[in-house]
């Protein structure tokens, strides 16, 4: 965690941020092709991320999408959150038809497998990753839809 954690924290609880969602994606892009991937605006909030790369399910193309993450021992867990907002993430589609992915952590490609947490493992993992990001829970609140978490392990 960073110095702009809280406040990054805070901004992550306005109820109207999922309609700012493809403004905040937009900047990330570019700020991210300025820096050649080496910064991104989690890195800025002072939060850990990764890049998820997978291929897309109708398109056959990978596409690459910026996640908070919360490294978790030798794993990493993702949340298709989404801010709260009705829509599943297309990521969340795209990862539940291959089970498999690379990140990109720390500058370092990592080919892995993607395991959906159910039960109490989801409630279990759901857990770890509220200490990290309270958000999830106003996230939860905002939508009908059933959070999903993921569990990424190296390949």
Known sequence: ??????????????????????????????????????????????????VLTVVGRRSGIP?????????????????????????????VHNIRASGEGTITWKRERIAVDAKEMEGDERADRWQVMLRTWPNFAKYEERTDRLIPVFELTRR
Not at 6 to 22: Q, S, V
């Open 63 to 91: 596409r690459s999408t910026p996640l908070l993450c919360i490294p978790h021992g030798e794993r990493w867990l993702v949340a298709g959150s989404y801010f709260g907002g009705p829509d599943m993430p297309v990521w």
């Open 1 to 50: 965690m960073g110095l702009m954690t809280p406040l990054a924290i805070r901004i992550g609880a306005i109820p109207w941020m999922p309609k700012l969602l493809p403004q905040i994606v937009w900047c990330d892009r570019l700020l991210q092709k300025v820096t050649r991937g080496r910064v991104s605006i989690l890195d800025i909030a002072g939060l850990p991320n990764l």
